[in-house]
């Protein structure tokens, strides 16, 4: 479209689009009402404004297609601008400006307005695109969580009947089947148990993903407290020495950070080595955040098992060798990410895991969607 006044300017500068092989068709408005007008009801690739006209300043179509919310590239055409205008054009949304006694330069401003407003479509077009995709993924994570709390749910009842029914029957006919069927009340015994124990973790798991963070003001030390409270058996039972220093008191969910600490000293007592365990707790503030710090003296992670500790049911030991299915690491990743920070592990000078998360200062409510 042209915003022009003057037909023999309008027909020079066609002229010199189609010379240099443009193919060009074209509207004209010459004011601000014929302009808004022709933008609703068309669609145009580009804008070739003049300066000024009786009416009103070309350039002001920016401020139109701006609440219009159109994204055309315009170039201002005049016969004379000073720098200081053109530059402030250019700032204000102009793609160039070519003066009127140059129009040479005119072909090769028109291709690359062209080729940034392709580059802006395309990008555009890509995040709208990814901003799709991460809809869709939320909402399958959505339904996967329900999905699972609902089956894991349901499923505990008749679960529940099977193993007690099993049990009974190793009790009231262990010895007097013959050592065959005495093995397979044991495998059946020993599969319930162990299915109720993956159903009753992956219900823990998806009532992190249902429950809503509620940061409040928390004293770290003190959930860490309550943390050991909750493990006073294991911790006496093992002779476990757990160190605090430097907590800060932030906003946080206190209930699921308990959940975290309680999760991280269980793992050091569970694979302690043959010293009495002894797990570090401790915090640093940083720019926008704390990074805490939980390390113990145990047997220690292989490094190329990092990324795999943090997946749900992944386990990297028999069951003969340690208890659990695999979750504890899951439900600390679920809760520091939807807290809006990160958890991994980091290799340290003496033998024994080191896990470090971070908590920003204040959860933002992006971070604790669900």
């Not at 401790?282 to 113990?296: L, T």
């Not at 992944?314 to 069951?319: D, G, N, Q």
Request: overall charge negative; charged content about 25%.
């Amino acid at each position: 479209m042209f915003v022009e006044d003057n037909p023999a300017d309008i027909e020079l500068e066609l002229l010199t689009l189609r010379k240099d092989g443009f193919e060009v068709s074209s509207d004209v408005a010459q004011t601000a009402e014929e302009f808004n007008s022709r933008i609703r009801t068309a669609s145009y690739d580009l804008i070739l404004a003049d300066y000024n006209l009786p009416q009103w300043r070309g350039t002001e179509a920016l401020d139109i297609m701006r609440q219009e919310n159109l994204d055309v590239p315009l170039i201002v055409v005049t016969g004379y601008l000073g720098e200081e205008k053109a530059v402030e054009y250019i700032k204000q949304g102009a793609t160039d400006c070519v003066l009127k006694d140059r129009l040479a330069r005119l072909p090769t401003s028109v291709r690359r307005a062209l080729a940034e407003k392709r580059l802006r479509d395309q990008r555009r077009h890509s995040e709208e695109a990814l901003a799709q995709k991460v809809a869709e993924l939320a909402r399958s994570n959505a339904e996967l969580e329900q999905f699972a709390y609902v089956a894991s749910h349901d499923l505990q009842e008749p679960l529940r009947m099977i193993a007690n029914y099993t049990q009974l029957l190793a009790e009231r006919y262990r010895g007097k089947l013959d050592t065959q069927a005495d093995k397979y009340i044991g495998y059946s015994v020993d599969g319930a148990l162990r299915m109720q124990a993956l159903i009753q973790d992956l219900l823990k798991f998806s009532r992190v993903g249902r429950a809503e963070v509620e940061p409040r003001t928390t004293d770290c030390q003190a959930v860490v407290e309550q943390a050991s409270k909750n493990l006073q058996a294991a911790i006496e039972e093992s002779g476990t020495a757990v160190n605090c220093k430097g907590l800060p008191t932030m906003m946080a969910d206190p209930a699921q950070l308990t959940q975290v600490f309680q999760n991280l000293i269980a793992n050091a007592i569970k694979f302690r080595g043959t010293d009495h365990p002894v797990v570090e707790i401790s915090a640093k503030k940083m720019e926008n955040e704390w990074m805490f710090a939980v390390s113990d003296n145990g047997i220690g992670i292989p490094a190329d098992h990092w990324q795999d500790i943090f997946v749900i049911f992944r386990r990297l030991h028999t069951r003969e060798e340690y208890a659990g299915n695999g979750i504890g690491l899951s439900i600390c990743k679920k809760i520091i990410e939807r807290h809006g920070g990160k958890i991994w592990i980091e290799a340290q000078a003496t033998p024994g895991s080191c896990f470090k998360f971070t908590l920003p200062f204040a959860p933002s409510p992006k971070a604790t969607e669900a």
